[in-house]
């Protein structure tokens, strides 16, 4: 007997409902949830393989822990003593800082990782904390945290209200959309073309969703940033700033006017490959529109000026008007959330340094590019332990083979994983938490980022297997570990609701938390209730009958539409002046390296990365369906190139960076420009004592191993993805 539950996917940012046919405990089928209040039933070929990924044979199911260098199943109790002992030691003797920890891009996809990497941190106390972060959207969230006082105040393009989209190194058509949630976001784009609007690509390579646009236009990879200073030069130029409803609340006007003036159209235009005409016509283009955004995304971040292209995508939307209104970029509003002041204490970094290089922590974090220095560099506070979460740094950062090297020289390691994969494969514990089917869904982080409010909570499909443990337990145990207190649950749970009766202006304040009934079968489910109920559109315990809390989202499976973006400027401010800050002094330091690279000549052949629809960074490799068909892992080059290196379809090629060099198949095709080549990024599955399977039949070549973690956005401490100086050299067949 089959029976049908409804979840939201949990592979990509998407936030899509899906529908599932569950035979016992398996998923035997998923689909589009037609009715669901966001996605309406579009799915995508990861998303209709959610049970096969559940069911993969090769997720472990039970604890690994090391033994005379092979990995074998125990028990919990067993590998978390093993935990104590490789863990404490180091910590005793060396410090808290002699321990770092890595959290990768899935724990964003989690309720666990929302909420209880945080207490894991803290009470490790370290400072040497890494995340996937730092190889992709950091620069975002520092020029959000200068412009607007808050790294997490992102505004995302108002995809279902505007007539004229600039996109720049996206290509959602792919990856389905990032830092923006929309679901079915091709047919959103679509639908801008169907009212009459228009869309613009502007990336390196004819992506799939370029192919689609109204314009696409090629770019120099890395060079985003002379483009948007062009068109902010041409806006001031030519009287075409108009901040609409904004203009008491922006500083900075003249600052940001004062360091356009070096970068005129015709200054930026050979720098940048685009004609400085065309980059005058989008300037007027974007201020004419009734309704216009600008939407920047890895290819934006990934780069030398990561920092200043994201500042500027934002530059632009303000000079325009387009911040903040109907059409433009808004702020959402997640339903966890809850309206602020309009004022706060702003945005730093550097609160401390890495040891090694002196690089500043950014938002609790340094940049992953120095974690093999930390490691490898002898010295107090040298890095001997790492704790890893849903992470592969051994493929996913720069100079991957330095970083391979190092972890194989900890003294310890313990890795949160499913999969005993390039990196956990040096962990001397593995803790596996349960498939998605068996743990409760909310996105924390992606309805916060959602481009039309709505609210949805899936529940576990089938129940946690008697020898697995939730995920949010292996945290909280590996919390006790280090801390020695036990009951972590309770205690944020306690805190949640002391905040909620003692917040001056709350609804409930002077109540006792003791007379508050919390729902929630799990302790990630009931901190959820919590926020839900004391959030933007919450029930506050009764207080609001119409109000949302977790039973009622439980009650409406295919998730509660909550309605189109509203302005929220001043409120969702933190700044001190309660104003956008247009041209903080920290990022206005930064211009002169920009200016300084417009005298730069043009290397010869620049290695770019490319994203595939059925494939998320590492983590998707091992599912059948997935990686099925002809080779994606190919070098694509060219065709005026592979004539002047002599190549043809399917020639194997050394390709070589400062960092290193790797060997692979050649496809032409005239998909990039020139000076340009392209490989997929998350490969690379071809190591020894890995236990996938499938990934290890598909390995493909690892593209971070030419990357080099000595370049990186100097703002934000994100390493340098695309744009990295190669040469290609043919193979002797």
Request: hydrophobic share 40%; proline share 8%.
């Amino acid at each position: 007997m089959s029976r049908t539950a409804y979840r939201t996917c949990p592979l990509c940012e998407a936030a899509c409902g899906l529908e599932l046919t569950v035979a016992g405990d398996r998923v035997v089928s998923a689909r589009g949830d037609r009715e669901h209040v966001f996605s309406h039933g579009f799915v995508c070929p990861k998303g209709a393989t959610f049970g096969q990924l559940a069911d993969d044979p090769d997720r472990l199911r039970r604890p690994l822990v090391r033994r005379d260098g092979r990995h074998v199943e125990v028990g919990w109790d067993e590998a978390f003593d093993a935990v104590a002992d490789g863990l404490r030691p180091v910590i005793e003797t060396y410090g808290p800082h002699a321990v770092a920890v890595y959290l990768g891009n899935p724990n964003v996809h989690t309720m666990a990782g929302g909420l209880y990497l945080s207490p894991l941190v803290k009470a490790l106390g370290t400072r040497n904390v890494f995340s996937a972060s730092t190889v992709d959207q950091m620069p975002k969230h520092v020029s959000c945290g200068y412009l607007y006082g808050s790294p997490l105040a992102i505004p995302v393009p108002d995809l279902d209200r505007t007539d004229f989209l600039l996109m720049l190194g996206a290509n959602p058509w792919e990856s389905n959309g990032s830092l923006a949630t929309a679901a079915d976001f091709p047919g959103r784009l679509k639908a801008i073309q169907a009212r009459g609007g228009r869309f613009v690509v502007v990336d390196p390579r004819r992506t799939r969703t370029a192919a689609q646009a109204d314009e696409h236009v090629f770019i120099r990879p890395g060079t985003d940033a002379f483009l948007l200073f062009g068109i902010v030069h041409t806006l001031f130029a030519d009287g075409l700033v108009s901040l609409g409803r904004l203009d008491s609340l922006v500083n900075g006007l003249s600052s940001v006017a004062a360091l356009a003036e070096d970068f005129a159209p015709s200054v930026v235009s050979e720098t940048c490959g685009v004609p400085a005409a065309r980059i005058r016509s989008l300037a007027h283009e974007l201020a004419s529109s009734p309704r216009a955004a600008v939407y920047g995304r890895i290819g934006t971040c990934t780069v030398e000026f990561g920092t200043l292209t994201s500042w500027l995508i934002d530059v632009i939307n303000i000079l325009t008007g387009n911040l903040d209104r109907p059409g433009g970029v808004m702020f959402p509003l997640a339903a966890h959330q809850r309206p602020g002041s309009g004022k706060g204490k702003g945005f730093r970094v550097g609160r401390w340094h890495s040891r090694v290089r002196g690089l500043p922590e950014v938002k609790g974090e340094l940049p992953v590019a120095t974690l093999a220095d930390e490691i490898e560099t002898p010295g107090d506070e040298q890095v001997r332990a790492l704790v890893t979460v849903a992470g592969n740094p051994a493929l996913s950062t720069p100079n991957s083979g330095r970083l391979d090297r190092a972890l194989a020289g900890l003294s310890f390691m313990v890795s949160v994983d499913p999969y005993l994969n390039e990196t956990t494969r040096h962990a001397d514990v593995v803790l596996p938490p349960p498939d998605p089917t068996r743990k409760g869904h909310y996105d924390f982080s992606f309805l916060a980022l959602a481009v039309r409010n709505f609210a949805a909570y899936s529940p576990p499909v089938s129940p946690i297997d008697a020898e697995a443990m939730d995920e949010c337990d292996i945290l909280a145990r590996l919390t006790t570990i280090v801390s020695g207190h036990d009951s972590l649950h309770d205690q944020l749970l306690s805190r949640a609701l002391d905040r909620v009766v003692s917040t001056p202006g709350s609804p409930l304040f002077g109540r006792s938390a003791a007379d508050l009934p919390v729902s929630g079968d799990g302790p990630a489910e009931r901190l959820l209730d919590v926020a839900l109920r004391t959030g933007a559109y919450g029930d506050w315990f009764g207080l609001v009958p119409e109000g949302l809390s977790l039973d009622r989202l439980i009650e409406n499976p295919h998730g509660v539409d909550l309605g189109p973006l509203e302005p929220r400027l001043p409120e969702v401010l933190r700044t001190p002046s309660g104003k956008v800050e247009l041209c903080d002094p920290a990022v206005a330091a930064d211009v002169p390296r920009l200016r300084a690279a417009l005298d730069r000549p043009h290397e010869a052949l620049v290695l770019i990365g490319r994203r595939h629809l059925r494939s998320n960074n590492s983590w998707m490799h091992n599912v059948p369906a997935l990686v099925k068909g002809r080779d994606r892992c190919t070098l694509q080059i060219h065709p005026a190139d592979a004539a002047r290196f002599d190549l043809v379809d399917g020639d194997t090629v050394q390709v070589t960076s400062r960092a290193g060099g790797i060997s692979a198949t050649v496809e032409i095709t005239d998909q990039v420009m020139p000076g340009v080549v392209s490989l997929p990024h998350g490969w690379g599955h071809d190591v020894a004592g890995t236990r996938q399977s499938v990934a290890s039949a598909h390995p493909g070549v690892n593209s971070n191993v030419l990357t080099d973690e000595t370049v990186i956005d100097p703002l934000s401490g994100n390493s340098v993805l695309n744009g990295i100086p190669v040469e290609v050299k043919p193979l002797a067949s």
